[in-house]
Protein backbone atom coordinates (compact mmCIF):
# COMPACT_ATOMS: atom_id res chain seq x y z
CA UNK A 1 0.00 0.00 0.00
CA UNK A 2 1.41 3.60 -0.50
CA UNK A 3 2.21 5.65 2.64
CA UNK A 4 3.16 9.27 3.04
CA UNK A 5 5.75 9.13 5.61
CA UNK A 6 7.54 12.05 7.36
CA UNK A 7 11.08 11.21 7.33
CA UNK A 8 12.77 13.99 9.62
CA UNK A 9 11.30 17.62 9.82
CA UNK A 10 10.70 19.46 6.71
CA UNK A 11 10.66 16.24 4.45
CA UNK A 12 8.24 14.16 3.46
CA UNK A 13 8.60 10.72 1.56
CA UNK A 14 6.02 8.48 -0.90
CA UNK A 15 6.82 4.98 1.07
CA UNK A 16 5.36 1.76 -0.45
CA UNK A 17 4.49 -0.70 2.84
CA UNK A 18 2.78 -4.40 3.54
CA UNK A 19 -0.75 -3.90 4.04
CA UNK A 20 -1.74 -4.62 7.79
CA UNK A 21 -2.65 -7.93 8.29
CA UNK A 22 -5.79 -8.05 11.18
CA UNK A 23 -4.50 -8.58 14.73
CA UNK A 24 -6.71 -10.05 17.61
CA UNK A 25 -9.10 -7.31 19.16
CA UNK A 26 -8.26 -4.77 15.96
CA UNK A 27 -9.87 -3.78 12.87
CA UNK A 28 -8.28 -2.35 9.30
CA UNK A 29 -9.87 0.82 8.03
CA UNK A 30 -9.90 1.35 4.17
CA UNK A 31 -9.01 5.60 4.66
CA UNK A 32 -11.23 7.79 2.83
CA UNK A 33 -10.51 11.24 4.14
CA UNK A 34 -7.23 12.80 6.08
CA UNK A 35 -8.13 16.19 7.58
CA UNK A 36 -4.74 17.63 8.21
CA UNK A 37 -4.28 19.55 11.39
CA UNK A 38 -2.44 21.60 13.60
CA UNK A 39 -0.59 18.52 14.78
CA UNK A 40 0.48 17.43 11.88
CA UNK A 41 1.94 20.44 10.77
CA UNK A 42 4.04 20.95 13.95
CA UNK A 43 5.03 17.62 13.00
CA UNK A 44 6.39 18.72 9.81
CA UNK A 45 7.99 22.08 11.76
CA UNK A 46 9.80 19.82 14.30
CA UNK A 47 8.11 21.63 17.05
CA UNK A 48 5.40 19.08 17.85
CA UNK A 49 6.53 17.35 21.38
CA UNK A 50 5.76 14.00 22.59
CA UNK A 51 7.26 12.94 18.86
CA UNK A 52 9.93 11.23 17.03
CA UNK A 53 10.86 10.21 13.62
CA UNK A 54 10.21 8.58 10.68
CA UNK A 55 6.31 8.90 11.47
CA UNK A 56 3.64 8.60 9.20
CA UNK A 57 1.21 11.63 9.63
CA UNK A 58 -2.58 12.26 10.30
CA UNK A 59 -5.37 11.20 13.00
CA UNK A 60 -8.27 13.21 11.47
CA UNK A 61 -9.43 10.15 9.20
CA UNK A 62 -12.34 8.62 8.17
CA UNK A 63 -12.94 5.44 5.68
CA UNK A 64 -14.19 1.88 5.18
CA UNK A 65 -14.49 -1.01 7.41
CA UNK A 66 -13.06 -3.92 5.36
CA UNK A 67 -12.14 -6.26 8.58
CA UNK A 68 -12.51 -6.44 12.47
CA UNK A 69 -11.95 -9.10 15.45
CA UNK A 70 -14.60 -8.35 18.56
CA UNK A 71 -16.13 -5.17 17.42
CA UNK A 72 -20.05 -5.41 17.90
CA UNK A 73 -22.80 -4.42 15.86
CA UNK A 74 -20.32 -3.28 13.25
CA UNK A 75 -20.27 -4.32 9.37
CA UNK A 76 -18.06 -5.09 6.80
CA UNK A 77 -18.37 -2.11 4.27
CA UNK A 78 -19.96 0.59 6.51
CA UNK A 79 -18.67 4.13 6.74
CA UNK A 80 -16.43 4.72 10.53
CA UNK A 81 -14.36 6.80 11.65
CA UNK A 82 -12.54 6.11 15.26
CA UNK A 83 -11.17 7.82 18.16
CA UNK A 84 -7.51 8.05 17.76
CA UNK A 85 -5.71 8.10 21.36
CA UNK A 86 -5.46 4.69 22.34
CA UNK A 87 -5.14 4.10 26.06
CA UNK A 88 -3.89 1.45 27.74
CA UNK A 89 -7.03 0.81 30.48
CA UNK A 90 -5.28 -0.09 33.21
CA UNK A 91 -2.81 3.34 34.47
CA UNK A 92 -3.91 5.80 37.25
CA UNK A 93 -5.83 8.07 34.84
CA UNK A 94 -7.50 4.83 32.71
CA UNK A 95 -9.18 3.67 36.22
CA UNK A 96 -10.13 7.31 36.69
CA UNK A 97 -12.23 7.72 33.40
CA UNK A 98 -9.81 9.78 31.73
CA UNK A 99 -8.25 7.45 29.27
CA UNK A 100 -7.89 10.98 26.83
CA UNK A 101 -4.57 11.14 29.41
CA UNK A 102 -3.87 7.62 29.87
CA UNK A 103 -0.27 7.45 31.43
CA UNK A 104 0.64 5.11 28.23
CA UNK A 105 -1.17 6.76 25.41
CA UNK A 106 -0.59 5.99 22.10
CA UNK A 107 -1.97 8.80 19.70
CA UNK A 108 -2.38 7.49 16.22
CA UNK A 109 -0.30 9.77 13.99
CA UNK A 110 2.00 10.81 16.98
CA UNK A 111 3.30 7.72 19.26
CA UNK A 112 2.60 5.33 16.42
CA UNK A 113 2.15 5.62 12.83
CA UNK A 114 -0.89 7.24 11.38
CA UNK A 115 -3.69 7.40 8.84
CA UNK A 116 -1.55 9.04 5.65
CA UNK A 117 -1.46 5.30 3.99
CA UNK A 118 -4.50 3.51 2.09
CA UNK A 119 -5.31 1.39 5.11
CA UNK A 120 -5.07 1.19 8.86
CA UNK A 121 -5.05 -0.85 11.83
CA UNK A 122 -6.35 0.45 14.90
CA UNK A 123 -8.23 -0.99 17.97
CA UNK A 124 -11.65 -2.20 17.61
CA UNK A 125 -13.04 -0.73 20.34
CA UNK A 126 -11.88 2.92 19.28
CA UNK A 127 -14.93 2.06 16.35
CA UNK A 128 -17.51 4.77 15.89
CA UNK A 129 -20.45 4.51 13.51
CA UNK A 130 -20.48 6.61 10.73
CA UNK A 131 -24.27 7.54 12.04
CA UNK A 132 -25.49 8.55 8.41
CA UNK A 133 -22.25 11.50 8.03
CA UNK A 134 -20.26 11.44 5.30
CA UNK A 135 -16.52 11.08 4.84
CA UNK A 136 -15.41 14.51 4.86
CA UNK A 137 -17.52 14.93 8.25
CA UNK A 138 -16.76 12.23 9.58
CA UNK A 139 -13.37 13.51 9.59
CA UNK A 140 -13.83 16.18 10.90
CA UNK A 141 -15.20 15.14 14.36
CA UNK A 142 -11.78 14.39 15.98
CA UNK A 143 -10.43 17.84 15.80
CA UNK A 144 -14.19 19.34 16.42
CA UNK A 145 -14.46 16.81 19.62
CA UNK A 146 -10.77 18.58 20.96
CA UNK A 147 -12.67 21.62 21.44
CA UNK A 148 -15.64 20.25 22.81
CA UNK A 149 -13.81 18.90 25.03
CA UNK A 150 -12.46 21.81 26.19
CA UNK A 151 -16.09 23.67 27.05
CA UNK A 152 -16.85 20.38 29.05
CA UNK A 153 -13.76 20.79 31.33
CA UNK A 154 -14.03 24.75 31.83
CA UNK A 155 -17.72 23.54 32.89
CA UNK A 156 -19.44 26.74 30.29
CA UNK A 157 -22.67 27.33 31.30
CA UNK A 158 -25.30 29.79 29.64
CA UNK A 159 -24.39 33.66 29.54
CA UNK A 160 -21.13 33.25 30.16
CA UNK A 161 -18.58 35.35 28.52
CA UNK A 162 -15.43 32.73 26.65
CA UNK A 163 -12.60 34.27 24.90
CA UNK A 164 -11.00 31.82 22.65
CA UNK A 165 -7.60 32.82 21.63
CA UNK A 166 -7.10 31.04 18.23
CA UNK A 167 -9.00 31.01 15.03
CA UNK A 168 -7.36 27.81 13.18
CA UNK A 169 -9.72 25.13 13.39
CA UNK A 170 -9.56 24.30 16.65
CA UNK A 171 -10.04 27.22 18.07
CA UNK A 172 -13.04 27.53 15.61
CA UNK A 173 -14.55 24.23 16.76
CA UNK A 174 -14.52 25.49 20.12
CA UNK A 175 -16.40 28.80 19.73
CA UNK A 176 -19.13 26.44 18.17
CA UNK A 177 -19.06 24.50 21.37
CA UNK A 178 -19.17 27.22 23.58
CA UNK A 179 -22.20 28.61 21.42
CA UNK A 180 -24.04 25.49 21.90
CA UNK A 181 -23.62 25.36 25.80
CA UNK A 182 -25.19 29.14 25.44
CA UNK A 183 -21.74 31.23 26.04
CA UNK A 184 -21.48 34.88 24.64
CA UNK A 185 -18.22 33.84 22.41
CA UNK A 186 -15.71 36.17 21.72
CA UNK A 187 -12.62 35.11 19.52
CA UNK A 188 -9.31 37.01 19.40
CA UNK A 189 -6.44 36.35 16.55
CA UNK A 190 -4.00 38.23 14.58
CA UNK A 191 -5.09 37.12 11.57
CA UNK A 192 -8.18 39.50 10.26
CA UNK A 193 -9.39 37.08 7.51
CA UNK A 194 -10.00 34.34 9.79
CA UNK A 195 -11.78 36.79 12.28
CA UNK A 196 -13.73 38.37 9.50
CA UNK A 197 -14.59 34.03 9.07
CA UNK A 198 -15.43 33.98 12.88
CA UNK A 199 -17.85 37.00 12.23
CA UNK A 200 -19.57 35.85 8.82
CA UNK A 201 -19.49 32.16 8.83
CA UNK A 202 -19.58 30.92 12.23
CA UNK A 203 -21.28 34.36 13.49
CA UNK A 204 -19.70 34.86 16.46
CA UNK A 205 -20.89 38.13 17.57
CA UNK A 206 -17.44 40.08 18.79
CA UNK A 207 -14.33 39.31 17.09
CA UNK A 208 -10.87 40.97 18.20
CA UNK A 209 -7.38 41.99 16.56
CA UNK A 210 -4.83 40.77 19.33
CA UNK A 211 -2.04 43.14 17.76
CA UNK A 212 -4.43 46.06 18.66
CA UNK A 213 -3.40 47.83 21.45
CA UNK A 214 -6.30 47.95 23.41
CA UNK A 215 -7.42 44.36 23.63
CA UNK A 216 -7.76 44.65 27.05
CA UNK A 217 -10.18 47.73 26.85
CA UNK A 218 -12.34 45.93 24.12
CA UNK A 219 -12.71 43.02 26.56
CA UNK A 220 -14.12 45.11 28.90
CA UNK A 221 -16.33 47.25 26.98
CA UNK A 222 -17.88 43.50 26.11
CA UNK A 223 -17.52 42.13 29.30
CA UNK A 224 -19.69 45.34 31.19
CA UNK A 225 -16.32 45.57 32.76
CA UNK A 226 -16.15 41.79 34.13
CA UNK A 227 -13.54 40.53 31.24
CA UNK A 228 -14.40 36.75 30.49
CA UNK A 229 -14.91 34.56 33.15
CA UNK A 230 -13.40 31.49 30.50
CA UNK A 231 -10.53 31.68 28.52
CA UNK A 232 -9.43 29.23 26.19
CA UNK A 233 -6.08 29.11 24.28
CA UNK A 234 -6.22 27.37 20.79
CA UNK A 235 -3.10 28.98 19.51
CA UNK A 236 -0.28 26.72 21.31
CA UNK A 237 1.83 29.79 20.80
CA UNK A 238 3.83 30.59 23.91
CA UNK A 239 3.55 34.54 23.68
CA UNK A 240 -0.21 34.18 23.08
CA UNK A 241 -0.49 32.01 26.41
CA UNK A 242 1.52 33.95 28.93
CA UNK A 243 -0.23 37.10 27.46
CA UNK A 244 -3.66 35.82 27.91
CA UNK A 245 -3.69 35.53 32.04
CA UNK A 246 -4.08 39.25 31.97
CA UNK A 247 -7.93 38.98 30.48
CA UNK A 248 -8.73 36.37 33.11
CA UNK A 249 -12.06 38.12 35.20
CA UNK A 250 -11.77 37.50 38.98
CA UNK A 251 -12.92 33.66 39.33
CA UNK A 252 -11.91 32.87 35.74
CA UNK A 253 -10.91 29.60 34.33
CA UNK A 254 -7.82 29.32 31.72
CA UNK A 255 -8.07 26.20 29.72
CA UNK A 256 -5.00 25.28 27.66
CA UNK A 257 -6.12 23.56 24.49
CA UNK A 258 -3.59 24.20 22.45
CA UNK A 259 0.15 22.85 23.17
CA UNK A 260 3.50 24.26 23.06
CA UNK A 261 7.12 22.80 24.44
CA UNK A 262 8.58 26.30 26.25
CA UNK A 263 7.49 26.77 29.82
CA UNK A 264 4.71 29.48 31.17
CA UNK A 265 5.22 31.99 33.30
CA UNK A 266 2.79 34.53 34.58
CA UNK A 267 2.26 37.43 37.32
CA UNK A 268 1.24 35.15 40.86
CA UNK A 269 -0.21 37.97 42.72
CA UNK A 270 -2.19 38.67 39.51
CA UNK A 271 -3.50 35.23 39.33
CA UNK A 272 -3.98 34.46 42.97
CA UNK A 273 -5.77 37.68 43.80
CA UNK A 274 -8.51 36.57 41.14
CA UNK A 275 -8.38 32.95 42.75
CA UNK A 276 -8.38 32.04 39.02
CA UNK A 277 -8.30 28.10 37.70
CA UNK A 278 -5.57 26.82 35.18
CA UNK A 279 -6.22 23.74 33.57
CA UNK A 280 -5.33 21.84 30.29
CA UNK A 281 -7.30 19.88 28.14
CA UNK A 282 -5.70 16.77 26.59
CA UNK A 283 -7.27 15.39 23.51
CA UNK A 284 -11.11 13.81 24.14
CA UNK A 285 -13.41 11.14 25.29
CA UNK A 286 -15.81 8.92 23.38
CA UNK A 287 -18.72 11.09 25.01
CA UNK A 288 -17.06 14.42 23.15
CA UNK A 289 -17.10 12.46 19.88
CA UNK A 290 -20.79 11.49 20.39
CA UNK A 291 -21.95 14.91 21.34
CA UNK A 292 -20.03 16.13 18.22
CA UNK A 293 -21.69 13.94 16.09
CA UNK A 294 -25.20 14.46 17.53
CA UNK A 295 -24.77 17.70 17.01
CA UNK A 296 -23.75 17.10 13.57
CA UNK A 297 -26.98 15.34 12.62
CA UNK A 298 -28.72 18.09 14.17
CA UNK A 299 -27.42 20.60 12.55
CA UNK A 300 -25.78 22.67 15.10
CA UNK A 301 -23.17 22.83 13.65
CA UNK A 302 -21.68 22.60 9.59
CA UNK A 303 -18.04 21.18 9.75
CA UNK A 304 -17.58 21.53 5.93
CA UNK A 305 -17.65 25.14 6.49
CA UNK A 306 -14.42 24.85 7.50
CA UNK A 307 -12.97 22.70 4.31
CA UNK A 308 -10.38 25.33 2.35
CA UNK A 309 -8.67 23.18 0.76
CA UNK A 310 -8.62 19.99 -1.21
CA UNK A 311 -6.12 17.53 -2.52
CA UNK A 312 -5.54 14.30 -3.92
CA UNK A 313 -3.14 11.88 -1.49
CA UNK A 314 -0.34 12.42 -4.26
CA UNK A 315 -0.28 16.00 -3.89
CA UNK A 316 -0.04 16.43 -0.53
CA UNK A 317 3.63 15.86 -0.17
CA UNK A 318 3.80 19.06 -3.09
CA UNK A 319 1.29 21.07 -1.00
CA UNK A 320 1.62 20.68 2.48
CA UNK A 321 4.48 23.24 3.11
CA UNK A 322 2.21 25.53 1.56
CA UNK A 323 -0.63 24.94 4.58
CA UNK A 324 1.99 26.45 6.83
CA UNK A 325 1.38 29.79 5.29
CA UNK A 326 -1.83 31.93 6.80
CA UNK A 327 -1.36 34.01 3.34
CA UNK A 328 -2.64 31.10 1.69
CA UNK A 329 -6.42 31.78 3.60
CA UNK A 330 -6.24 28.02 4.64
CA UNK A 331 -8.08 26.88 7.79
CA UNK A 332 -8.61 22.93 7.04
CA UNK A 333 -7.32 20.77 4.47
CA UNK A 334 -8.83 18.02 3.41
CA UNK A 335 -7.18 15.05 1.68
CA UNK A 336 -9.23 12.05 -0.31
CA UNK A 337 -7.14 8.79 -0.76
CA UNK A 338 -10.49 8.04 -3.73
Not at 141 to 162: M, Q, S, W, Y
Not at 235 to 264: P, S
Not at 284 to 290: I, L, M, N, Y
Request: glycine residues 10%; aromatic residues 8%; contains cysteine.
Amino acid sequence: MKTLVCIEPGSFKYEEREKPELKAGNAIIRIKRIGICGTDLHAFEGTQPYFAYPRILGHELSGELVAFDNARNFKVGERVTFIPYFNCGHCVACRSGGPNFCVNIKVCGVHRDGGMAEYLEVPAHSLLHGEGLSFDELALVEPLAIGAHGIRRADVKPGEFVLVIGAGPIGLGTMEFARIAGAKVIALDVNETRLQFCRERIKVAHAINALSPDVTEQLKEITNGDMPTVIIDATGNLKAINNAFQYMAHGARYVLIGLQKGDISFSHPEFHKREGTLMSSRNATRADFEHVMDSMKKELIDPLTYITHRVKFNEVKHNFKSWLNPDTGVIKAMVSME
